[in-house]
């Protein structure tokens, strides 16, 4: 004689076996500690750059901290737009994080807005991780050796001067045209396709100063370019000789260039958390420490909140920048 009720209750028997095995292969999956795979790294900049050496130098003891590598994946373009766009559509999940920076975000921000993407919106912070310091550097064939003899200059040249940047809209045109409303000095903006031509062009000199970072470096130890002043609230060890804006009678002229982590917005806080605590610890590194120190980056670290504080006053002070100064894209 059959059983059916038998042969059934066996059938679910097995059924719930399965089931239970398959639930408790899922959780322990979900349980997994984060990361537990490679962690993607935008760089919206070309591999060999400054910025490119500073992703590679800290995803390599970021990778340290985590326990998975983590791969620089350079998106150039656009001026780091192209990059920039990538990293704020891809997955929100941990594993992609993006090297932002000022001209990405505060200076885009300000003079395109038409973006397509949202530096606030689009974008969840992580972590501060380097300032540089900026440099106003003139031809070292000009008698002019900081702020003072600057002024007197232009008062006594019976010509109107100009400053090089790396192109409109740039970083350092924006600084350049703060200088000019903290000053009140009247000079011609001539833009180029970035900073070696810019440099080259005051070194030659053509143009009669430029404002730049780590990039004048190779012009001021050649004797091309003459460092007349810095950002910053202490003199910058990458250009000792020149002395701060402040301590030379300019205030309010703070245009240091920030490099910074970011992730997705809607990225788990967990992750967040996890990576900044990494990132935090990976700048007390030598070996980090070691390239930053010589690409003229100075370490910063700090919370998620204190690096969203920074970028919305940073975002607000160049956008009035672009209005007060009447710059082209303030007219968009």
Not at 144 to 159: C, N, P, S, W
Request: charged share 15%; glycine share 10%; aromatic share 8%.
């Amino acid at each position: 004689m059959r059983h059916p009720t038998r042969r059934r209750l066996t059938s679910a028997l097995t059924a719930a076996i399965v089931w239970t095995a398959t639930g408790l292969f899922s959780a322990g999956a979900q349980a997994q500690p984060y990361p537990n795979k490679p962690i993607r790294l935008i760089v919206p900049w070309p591999a060999g750059g400054s910025t490119d050496v500073l992703g590679r130098a800290l995803g390599v003891e970021l990778g340290k901290q985590l326990g998975q590598p983590v791969i620089v994946d350079n998106r150039a373009g656009a001026a780091g737009k192209i990059g920039t766009a990538v990293a704020a559509k891809s997955p929100a999940d941990g594993y992609t994080i993006y090297l932002g920076t000022i001209a990405n975000f505060s200076v885009a921000a300000a003079w395109e807005p038409s973006l397509q993407y949202d530096p606030i919106k689009d974008f969840a912070p992580v972590a501060y991780v380097a300032d540089s310091p900026a440099m106003l550097a003139v031809s070292s064939s000009l008698p002019i050796h900081d702020i003072k003899e600057l002024r007197e200059y232009a008062r006594t040249a019976g010509r109107q001067l100009s400053y090089a940047s790396a192109g409109e809209g740039s970083g350092y045109h924006l600084m350049a045209e703060l200088f000019k409303l903290q000053t009140r000095l009247d000079l011609l903006h001539v833009p180029f396709q970035g900073t070696p031509p810019a440099a080259t062009a005051v070194a030659a000199g053509q143009v009669d100063m430029t404002f730049d970072a780590a990039g004048l470096k190779p012009f001021v130890e050649s004797g091309k370019l003459r460092p007349i002043a810095v950002t910053g609230n202490e003199r910058w060890t990458f250009v000792p000789e020149a002395a701060t804006f402040v301590s030379q009678g300019v205030e309010n002229l703070e245009g240091n260039s920030w490099f910074a982590i970011f992730a997705p917005s809607g990225t788990p806080p967990e992750a967040i958390a996890k990576l900044n605590g990494a990132i935090n610890k990976s700048l007390s590194s030598p070996e980090l420490l070691a390239v930053l120190k010589a690409n003229g980056y100075i370490p910063v670290g700090g919370t998620p909140a204190a690096l969203g504080s920074m970028v919305a006053k940073d975002m607000a002070k160049w956008k009035d920048v672009v209005q007060k100064g009447n710059l082209r894209a303030a007219a968009r």
